[in-house]
């Protein structure tokens, strides 16, 4: 079936350098994509988020990249901090359909 | 913000027994919720979407015998695992869609983790 996936299970960066997590979904219908963070005995937390119409959004020290020919997904955190080793999830869905399809999960460290 | 409270945070109960989680949206409306399962490592699979006022909706695989799943009201959904089972044991977690704002960002709990002995 539909699926969203992951090329990286885990990524290790030092503090203070930038990280880029990809994610590659399958569904063509997808119009609305999300960004969690998930940290450890957590729920997952909101990050970012951009519909199909853009290609790029910035948030503080987030962004987001869509590449809607490739279908390809990615969050670039800028300037990591300790703070920032979780995992992080996509999330895909049609439009008006809140049912979340989550890709596989990377887990970031970040290495003081 | 919109906020979402899972309880209890943890459970641990006996094969056989039956246990409740109940999910509420504390400053919203939320006439949809879901319910995730999350084994360890692993991303969160959806069980169920949870309609206030009807029936849920169960995805495919998951007994609604087993799950049951209770959207009394508008801030308040509750999923009962009946007749546990060590296989049970996962983390669950609940989200929650404020009324009326299609593909906004949904709002989770912090989940409930439940050990089965």
Redesign the interface.
């Known amino acids: 079936g539909e699926s969203v996936g992951l090329h990286l299970p885990t990524l290790s960066v030092q503090e203070g350098d930038n990280s880029i997590i990809n994610c590659a979904y399958s569904n063509s219908a997808s119009?609305?994509f999300?960004w969690?963070k998930q940290e450890s005995?957590?729920?997952?937390?909101?990050i970012i988020?951009i519909?199909s119409n853009m290609d790029k959004r910035q948030g503080q020290r987030v962004t987001v990249l869509l590449n809607k020919t490739v279908k390809h997904l990615s969050l670039q955190i800028a300037a990591t901090q300790p703070g920032d080793s979780a995992v992080y999830?996509c999330a895909e869905?049609p439009?008006?359909n809140?049912?979340?399809?989550?890709?596989?999960?990377t887990r970031l460290t970040i290495i003081p | 913000g919109a906020v979402?409270s899972?309880h209890p945070s943890r459970v641990i109960c006996k094969s056989g027994t039956s246990v409740k989680i109940e999910c509420r949206s504390l400053d919203f409306q939320a006439t949809?919720m879901?319910w995730y399962r999350q084994f360890p490592k692993?991303?969160?699979?959806?069980m169920a979407?949870s309609n206030e006022g009807s029936k849920a909706t169960y995805e495919q695989g998951v007994e609604k015998d087993k799950f049951l799943i209770n959207h009394a009201s508008l801030t308040l959904s509750t999923l009962t695992v009946t007749s546990a089972h060590p296989e049970d044991s996962s983390f669950y977690?609940c989200?929650a869609?404020s009324f009326g704002q299609?593909?906004s960002?949904?709002?989770?709990?912090?989940?409930t983790?439940l050990t089965v002995t």
């Open positions: 119009d609305y999300i969690y005995g957590k729920g997952p937390q909101f988020d519909r999830f869905t439009f008006g809140e049912k979340l399809t989550f890709g596989t999960g | 979402v899972q949809t879901f692993q991303s969160l699979m959806l979407t977690i989200s869609s299609i593909n960002p949904l709002h989770f709990g912090n989940g983790r």
